[in-house]
């Protein structure tokens, strides 16, 4: 069974800190990872999705990077900001059609 | 354009009756899934539909769980008999068919059953 694992559970950093969420999968065949951030009562947002092909994605003052062979994701915020504070859910995708695989996620507080 | 919509949002019932969740999808995505996230459990995946068939219904806890889909688009997952621990937040995703791996899920805000 494919498991995705989070380190650490939370993170409490003062604003404009850079920070790293890890995660780390079981199972080489993926067809793609992606981080999420969820917001309570505000439902899932995906914020970066990375191809099997792919080494990393990059948005705004996020960057994901995929290491297919050592089983393991990083995600970086640069500059962290309060509206930064949610969880943040690392999700693995191994198959043809979807089927989500999610981490137990990190809490996040960015505070001022 | 409209994102993915679930009804209720909210549903409070009683042990032992039966309750209906329903998906509004994004208009013309074909895959849609359910997934359900519990206190202390996280989230995980029940049910996904290609169009009107499920190719997987591997995440269904137990045969009261079942779910459909009709035309391709609205989805309804149904609880029989709901037990205390069917309590969690119903998520329903929808996504456009699959093509190399990139397509992403946009997910709903969710139904919070709770079962007393």
């Known amino acids: 069974k494919q498991e995705v694992t989070q380190i650490p559970a939370a993170l409490s950093v003062p604003e404009g800190e850079n920070l790293v969420l890890n995660c780390s999968f079981t199972?080489?065949?993926?067809?793609?990872l992606q981080w999420f951030r969820q917001d309570p009562g505000k439902g899932l947002t995906s914020l970066l999705l990375?191809?099997?092909?792919?080494r990393e994605q990059t948005s705004g003052r996020l960057n994901a990077s995929l290491d297919k062979s050592s089983g393991r994701s990083t995600l970086y915020i640069a500059a962290s900001q309060p509206g930064d504070s949610a969880t943040y859910l690392c999700?693995?995708?191994?198959?043809?059609?979807?089927?989500?695989?999610f981490g137990q996620g990190t809490i996040l507080t960015v505070h001022p | 354009g409209a994102g993915v919509s679930q009804s209720p949002s909210n549903k409070v019932t009683e042990k032992g009756k039966d309750v209906e969740l329903r998906c509004d999808p994004i208009?013309?995505?074909?895959?849609l899934y359910w997934y359900r996230q519990s206190l202390g459990q996280g989230l995980e995946f029940l049910i996904y539909?290609?169009?009107?068939?499920?190719?997987?219904k591997s995440g269904l806890p137990s045969d009261r769980f079942s779910a459909e889909r009709t035309g391709g688009s609205v989805s309804t997952l149904t609880i029989q008999r709901t037990q205390q621990e069917d309590s969690a937040v119903y998520l329903c995703?929808?996504?456009?068919?699959?093509?190399?791996?990139?397509?992403?899920?946009?997910f709903g805000p969710g139904t919070r059953l709770l079962v007393l």
């Open positions: 995703a929808s996504s456009l068919a699959r093509s190399g791996g990139g397509e992403t899920q946009y």
């Open positions: 199972d080489s065949a993926i067809y793609n």
């Open positions: 990375i191809q099997s092909s792919q």
């Open positions: 999700v693995f995708d191994g198959t043809s059609y979807g089927k989500l695989t």
């Open positions: 208009s013309g995505h074909t895959a």
């Open positions: 539909f290609q169009g009107n068939s499920a190719p997987d």
